[in-house]
């Protein structure tokens, strides 16, 4: 009987121990040469949040709070990827965001959505830049 109790706490404990393997947590700094409007992207799987914090040469510096809507861990393509959105001043509008890995560097594209009669309509579609990332994601 001892030794089943055992092998159940073991069980539970390795189960435990394991489960931080499976949220993924991302820091991302800008790292291109130009100017860009955000620094730092913080996302956290296991709360599908993104923290956003824009440039210092915004007319307001603050962190946006972005809704982690895809994150895609199994390399199917090749490269992992993540998507979110944020709101923007308009009700009507969102950013959404792309963030992806591919040939060992991560990349990020931004666009801008209005909706239109409760239609999507793309308003701009930024360019791709670079980012340096750590954490716990491949």
Not at 24 to 33: A, Q, V, W
């Amino acid at each position: 009987m001892k030794a089943i109790v055992a092998l159940v706490i073991v069980l539970l404990l390795s189960l435990f121990a394991s489960a931080p393997l499976y949220a993924g947590e991302l820091t991302c700094i800008y790292s291109g040469p130009e100017k860009y409007w955000i620094n730092k992207i913080r996302i956290d799987t296991s709360t599908g949040i993104a923290e956003i914090n824009t440039g210092p040469y915004q007319s307001k510096i603050e962190t946006v709070q972005a809704r982690l809507v895809y994150a895609d861990k199994s390399q199917l393509n090749g490269y992992p990827a993540l998507a979110f959105d944020a709101p923007t001043g308009a009700s009507d509008q969102r950013n959404v965001f792309k963030l992806f890995r591919a040939m060992n560097h991560w990349r990020l594209i931004d666009a801008g959505i209005k909706y239109v009669n409760g239609a999507p309509t793309l308003l701009a579609l930024g360019k791709s830049v670079p980012f340096d990332c750590e954490g716990n994601w491949p």
